[in-house]
């Protein structure tokens, strides 16, 4: 399938630069399958929308502040960006994305004079980076990042040095149910980002219910695809862990709409069912795994309904959610590239920052 059919015209100003005032004053857009309807509504009405019980499957992955900044021998700049700790070492050992890459070759050191000390330690064709670091005043790694770092904001969002919205960047480029247990997200997963207390417990009243998963979000989730082909693309790896009581409602039958919360959530479910299906896991535990499944048409799902942003063009996202739209069938290429024509004519905000959309 020819990437180019999964391309469409987004206008810079149409790209989300900051959010929402409120969270919940974020726009909607309303998409039913079965009938077709497209609809205009803010996300606090979400309560409304809803008229079966539904299963909130939700990321509460935290995204760490994950680009540091630091120098080279020589004095020249040095952008790191932390994507995952060592499994090995993960107080002190991190795999990064480094920035001049070609000038840090495997056994150069970067450092923050008084702070921690760096080296390369490896290098993968990817690009990734296993960097060790001696810390002179934290224990790990991450706590070091969150004294120092910066919120790792996509490429998108335009700050320069000094911005004050960075102060807004690490309220707002975070989920309010963000687990601190789990810092170890490069990217925020964006369809969260709309929730408020006052709409959790309206749900909550009206008989909905929340289910915890964690995705750790990583880069690839802004990488373009690159190949001409959907198919030839080499989609990134993704740890996620599935809670055991989540899991049971995740293998019950019990009727209930089952919606992911974003298109990291909905990766982590498909692939866990995949999984589960080839190599059934011992139930009543924790699922582990790294998502391997790729999703684009003509893709089937286990899942009812997503809760997304609007996504790049020529991404995996968008090769997801077109394939989400219309299941066994590439129908939903050409729906999303109408339904997202239409949402910019309406001034829709666009990308991590921007609106929403409701498939059911």
Not at 155 to 177: A, K, V
């Amino acid at each position: 399938m020819e990437t180019a059919n999964f391309d469409y015209e987004l206008p810079s100003s149409a790209i989300a630069q900051v959010p929402a005032d409120k969270r919940d004053e974020s726009r909607l857009l309303f998409v039913n399958r079965a009938t077709g309807q497209v609809a205009d509504h803010l996300f606090r009405e979400l309560p409304d929308l809803l008229t079966r019980n539904t299963r909130f499957f939700r990321n509460t992955v935290m995204v760490l502040k994950a680009r540091l900044h630091a120098r080279r021998e020589g004095g020249g700049k040095v952008e790191c960006l932390l994507l995952r700790p060592h499994e090995e070492s993960p107080e002190t050992r991190w795999w990064c994305l480094l920035r001049p890459g070609k000038r840090l070759p495997v056994g150069a050191s970067f450092h923050d004079s008084d702070c921690y000390e760096a080296k390369v330690l490896a290098k993968k064709d990817d690009g990734t980076a296993l960097v060790g670091f001696a810390l002179q005043n934290h224990a790990t790694v991450s706590a070091m990042s969150s004294d120092r770092g910066e919120m790792p904001l996509p490429p998108y969002i335009e700050r320069l040095p000094g911005d004050p919205r960075r102060s807004l960047d690490e309220e707002r480029y975070q989920t309010i149910y963000a687990d601190p247990s789990q810092p170890f997200a490069a990217a925020a997963p964006t369809a969260g980002l709309h929730f408020t207390e006052p709409v959790m417990e309206r749900l909550l009243q009206n008989g909905h219910r929340f289910h915890d998963l964690s995705l750790h979000v990583g880069l690839g989730t802004f990488q373009p695809i690159k190949t001409q082909q959907i198919e030839d693309h080499e989609l990134h790896e993704e740890f996620y862990e599935i809670p055991a009581s989540t899991r049971a409602v995740l293998d019950g039958n019990e009727g209930d709409l089952k919606l992911a919360v974003g298109t990291t959530s909905l990766r982590a479910i498909e692939d866990y069912h995949l999984a589960t299906r080839k190599d059934p896991a011992a139930s009543g535990e924790p699922f582990r795994k790294y998502a391997e499944i790729y999703l684009y048409p003509p893709e089937f799902f286990r899942t009812d309904a997503l809760l997304t942003n609007f996504h790049l063009p020529k991404s995996s996202l968008l090769c997801l959610v077109s394939a989400f739209l219309s299941p066994g069938t590439t129908d939903g290429i050409g729906w999303l590239k109408q339904i997202y024509k239409a949402a910019l004519k309406k001034n829709y905000r666009f990308y991590s920052y921007g609106d929403a959309m409701l498939i059911l």
